[in-house]
């Protein structure tokens, strides 16, 4: 499955990263050279119509941020938020050398959904900094 995603990466790309909608995530893995760029598209019901990505890396990095796309598709951002590291490494059978890879998909998630979030609403950060 590794090998598949690898040679056959899905939404691989860019989405606007100025439109309100689209949350950005950008993360790397000093250690190991790994950076994944993650994107998110959610519509006006809180749904992620849609994902894309960008990864510098070996082929389990690629294909842990291809399976992510995936997987984040038509999910709510709560329910992307519960995509774990684990489930991702277990679907490619990532061995143990490699687990990194998948955690960094699972950061890039996050990091790509906490953006959106603050594009929402850019005075909450304001506000829970005041409190």
């Not at 709510?76 to 890879?101: F, G, S």
């Not at 998909?105 to 900094?129: F, G, V």
């Amino acid at each position: 499955q590794v090998v598949d995603h690898y040679e056959n990466p899905r939404n691989v790309g860019s989405l606007d990263r100025n439109a309100k909608n689209v949350g950005t995530g950008l993360v790397g893995a000093p250690a190991c050279g790994d950076v994944m760029k993650l994107q998110v598209e959610v519509d006006e019901n809180g749904k992620i119509v849609d994902a894309r990505f960008k990864t510098f890396g070996c082929g389990s990095a690629i294909a842990s941020s291809s399976l992510a796309t995936e997987w984040v598709k038509g999910k709510t951002v709560d329910e992307a938020l519960q995509i774990k590291n684990t489930d991702i490494a277990k679907e490619l059978c990532l061995p143990p050398v490699k687990l990194h890879c998948s955690m960094l998909a699972e950061d890039a998630i996050k990091a790509a959904l906490a953006d959106y979030k603050l594009k929402q609403d850019p005075n909450k950060e304001e506000s829970e900094k005041k409190a």
